[in-house]
Nanobody, 122 residues
Framework: QVQLVESGGGLVQAGGSLRLSCAASGRTSSGYNVGWIRQAPGKEREFVALVSWIGDSTHYADSVKGRFFISRDNAKNTVFLQMNSLKPEDTAIYYC???????????????WGQGTPVTVSS
């Protein structure tokens, strides 16, 4: 079992930045890749970014490329999502999720956090 807890969400103006954190506990040495997935009100979950277990590979949704950056610190069992140049359409609940595969499909993750809300005002 892996437990994930997100933090760092909040209200920010368009053009601003936020840094989300995802703290992992439990079987964190099991080699899980970690992704960020978001869900806006009334919409389906959407893949945002993914980092491999050892941090050597990343993958981003086209909508966030060049603005969002994912990283991880395995010594602290934490994954980060640096979000820059935020837009109102980035408003959503942001979840981190862990899975064995390196996949941008939201159904391929085994463990999920409770989510942290991000609101971008125009």
């Amino acid at each position: 079992q892996v437990q994930l807890v997100e933090s760092g969400g909040g209200l920010v103006q368009a053009g601003g930045s936020l840094r989300l954190s995802c703290a992992a506990s439990g079987r964190t040495s099991s080699g899980y890749n970690v992704g960020w997935i978001r869900q806006a009100p009334g919409k389906e979950r959407e893949f945002v970014a993914l980092v491999s277990w050892i941090g050597d590979s990343t993958h981003y949704a086209d909508s966030v490329k060049g603005r969002f950056f994912i990283s991880r610190d395995n010594a602290k069992n934490t994954v980060f999502l640096q979000m820059n140049s935020l837009k109102p359409e980035d408003t959503a609940i942001y979840y981190c999720a862990a899975g064995r595969g390196f996949s941008d499909s939201t159904t391929d993750y085994d463990y999920w956090g409770q989510g942290t809300p991000v609101t971008v005002s125009s």
